[in-house]
C-alpha cells in the first residue's frame, strides 16, 4: 500500500514553517478546545457517561461477531442488502458493482473516512462515474485536486477563507467572494444541483446498530440527509467496529460525540436509516446496501492495541495534542491524524511503513484524558514503539543506544556516575544566560529552541539528603 507516513518528520519540518498552515492550526484550537470544555459541564456526570461511552463500545468488540449477525440479520429483513469487504479493492468493486446493477451515472457522496482508505472517488472516476463530495470541507479538498484531508471531522480546516476564496474563484470561475457565508452559500448552489441528478448516493456510518439494522449519521451540514433520501441507491460504508448493540446505547454515545468533537450538546442533523422506503411511502431510497469492511480491523481486534476500535472519530485527541496542534494533520500522511491516527495508521498500513507514527506523541496524555471512550491512546502508542524496537524496525543507533541506557540503568552505581558526568556536560554546553542552542547529538532538542541546562542538584543527590534528614530545599 502506497502511504507518505514513512515522511512523517520531513513533513512535520515542512508544515512547522508553512505560516498560513500554523495560523490556521491555532484557529482549531480555539474553536475546539474551549467549546468542549463548556459544553461537558452541561452534564451532570460527564465522567459516569464516558464510562457508559466505554463499556458500550468495549461490549460491541469483545461479542463483535455476534453483534455482526444480528446486524446482517435486522439490516436483511427490513430489505438492505448487507456486503463485507475485505481489502480497500474489494470496497470499490463493491461500489462499481451495485452502480452497474443500477444504471448509476452519478453518485454524490457525504464523508466517509473508509472510504479515504481505498481511495473509492479515484476508482469511481476511473469506471468512467462522475462523484461529487457533498460535505463542504471534502468538496473543498476535492475540487482542489484531491487534497487530502487533515482532520477528522473537519477535513478541510488547514485552508483559510482567503484560500477557500480564491479556489472557489478559480474552480467555479465565479467572482471572488469575501465572506464564509457568501462561500457557503455559493457551494450550496452547486451541490444542489448535485442532490437533485445524483443516481445513488454514498455515505459513512457513525453507527451501525445491530438490534435494528439501521445506520446513523452525525453532521451538521444535512448533506447527509439529502445524499441518503434523493437518489434512488444508497450505499452506507462503515467499519466492522461502527457495531453498536442497541438503540439506547446510540442514545448515550450521542451524548458524547457532538461534545467531545465540535462542543455541541447535539448535532445539526441525526439520521437514523433502517432499510428502503416500504409499499406506499413516499421518503427513502429504492435500495439500501451496506457495506462493512475490516481491512485490517480484525488484526487490531487481535492484537495488543484493540482499544483503539472503541473510537468514535471524535477528533478530540487530535484538537488536544500538542504535536497535532503544531504539525496538523496532513503530516501524518494517510487517512487518521493526530493521536489515534498514529495507533490505527501502522496497524491498517503496516508498522513498517509508519515507523514514526508512534513516536509522533510528547507521552503527555492529554489525548487519553479527553477520549470519551477512554482509550489510553499514549499506553498504545508506547506499544507500537516496543514493538518497533523488538522487531529491529529503529534505526541501529537508536536501538544501540536504548540497549546502552538499559544495561547502564540496570547498574545502579554507573547510572549515578554516568548521570553525573551527563549533567556536568550539558552545563558546559550552556551559555552565560544557561540556555544551550546547540548540541552536538541530539540536534532536534535544539533545532527548534533553545534548551536550559540542567540546573541545582539532581534528584539522587535531593533524596540522599531528605533520607539523611537534611530536607530537599529547593533543587
Ligand atoms: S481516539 Fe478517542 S478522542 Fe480520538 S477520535 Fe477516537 S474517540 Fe475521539
Known amino acids: 500500500m502506497q502511504v507518505a507516513s514513512m515522511h512523517f518528520k520531513e513533513r512535520a519540518h515542512e508544515k512547522l514553517n508553512d505560516e498560513v498552515l500554523q495560523g490556521n492550526l491555532v484557529k482549531i484550537k480555539g474553536k475546539f478546545v474551549a467549546k468542549r470544555r ?17 463499556a458500550i ?49 452519478k453518485i454524490i457522496k457525504s464523508k466517509s473516512m473508509v472510504s479515504e482508505e481505498s481511495a473509492l472517488d479515484h476508482a469511481i472516476e476511473s469506471a468512467g462515474l462522475t462523484v461529487v463530495e457533498t460535505d463542504l470541507g471534502e468538496y473543498i479538498l476535492q475540487i482542489n485536486d484531491y487534497e487530502p484531508p487533515s482532520h477528522i471531522i473537519g477535513p478541510a480546516l488547514h485552508k483559510s477563507k482567503e484560500e477557500v476564496a480564491e479556489l472557489f474563484h478559480r474552480k467555479h470561475g465565479t467572482p471572488k467572494k469575501d465572506g464564509i457565508e457568501e462561500l457557503c452559500l455559493e457551494a450550496r448552489g452547486i451541490l444542489r444541483e448535485h ?47 461502527k457495531i453498536v448493540p442497541t438503540l439506547e446505547d446510540v442514545a448515550t454515545l450521542m451524548r458524547l460525540l457532538p461534545r467531545s468533537a465540535t462542543g455541541q450538546s447535539i448535532s445539526n442533523y441525526v439520521d ?22 475490516d481491512s485490517g480491523r480484525s488484526e487490531v481486534l487481535g492484537s495488543d492495541v484493540r482499544e483503539a476500535l472503541r473510537c468514535i472519530r471524535c477528533g478530540a485527541c487530535m484538537n488536544h495534542c500538542p504535536v497535532y496542534q503544531n504539525v496538523g494533520g ?9 493521536p489515534i491516527g498514529s495507533i490505527l495508521t501502522p496497524m491498517y498500513v503496516g508498522l513498517e511503513n509508519a515507523l514514526d507514527l508512534p513516536q509522533a506523541s510528547t507521552m503527555c496524555n492529554q489525548c ?34 536504548l540497549r546502552l541506557w538499559a544495561w547502564v540503568a540496570q547498574r545502579p552505581a554507573l547510572y549515578a556516575f554516568a548521570a553525573k558526568l551527563g549533567v556536568r556536560f550539558l552545563r558546559t554546553m550552556a551559555g552565560s544566560d544557561g540556555m544551550i542552542r546547540k548540541l552536538p547529538i541530539g540536534a532536534g532538542w535544539t533545532m527548534g529552541r533553545d534548551m536550559p541546562a540542567p540546573e541545582g542538584r539532581t534528584f539522587r543527590e535531593l533524596y540522599a539528603q531528605r533520607k539523611a534528614g537534611g530536607g530537599g530545599g529547593r533543587a
Request: with cysteine; aromatic share 8%; charged share 25%.
Open 57 to 105: 463500545r468495549q461490549r460491541a468488540l469483545d461479542d463483535l461477531d455476534v453483534w455482526l449477525e444480528l446486524f446482517e440479520r435486522s439490516a436483511t429483513e427490513r430489505g438492505a442488502t448487507v456486503l463485507f469487504a475485505q481489502t480497500p479493492a474489494e470496497i470499490n468493486k463493491l461500489v462499481l458493482d451495485i452502480a452497474a446493477r443500477h444504471g448509476v451515472r
Open 195 to 241: 442532490y437533485l441528478t445524483a443516481d445513488m448516493g454514498i455515505s459513512g456510518g457513525n453507527f451501525f446498530v445491530a438490534e435494528t439494522g439501521s445506520v446513523v449519521l452525525v453532521t451538521n451540514e444535512g448533506n447527509a440527509t439529502l445524499t441518503t433520501t434523493l437518489p434512488k441507491v444508497h450505499v452506507a460504508i462503515s467499519g466492522i467496529e
Open 38 to 54: 463548556e459544553s461537558i459541564l452541561e452534564l451532570d456526570d460527564f465522567e459516569g457517561t464516558r464510562d457508559a461511552g466505554k
Open 368 to 401: 487519553g484524558v479527553v477520549c470519551p471512550v477512554r482509550i489510553p491512546l499514549p499506553d498504545l502508542q508506547r506499544k507500537l514503539r516496543e514493538r518497533e524496537f523488538a522487531e529491529d524496525l529503529r534505526p541501529w543507533y537508536e536501538r544501540t543506544g
Open 330 to 338: 496532513h503530516s501524518y500522511g494517510w487517512v487518521y491524524p493526530g
Open 272 to 293: 437514523l436509516l433502517t432499510g428502503p422506503k416500504g409499499d406506499g411511502e413516499f421518503h427513502g431510497v429504492d435500495h439500501m446496501y451496506f457495506i462493512i469492511v
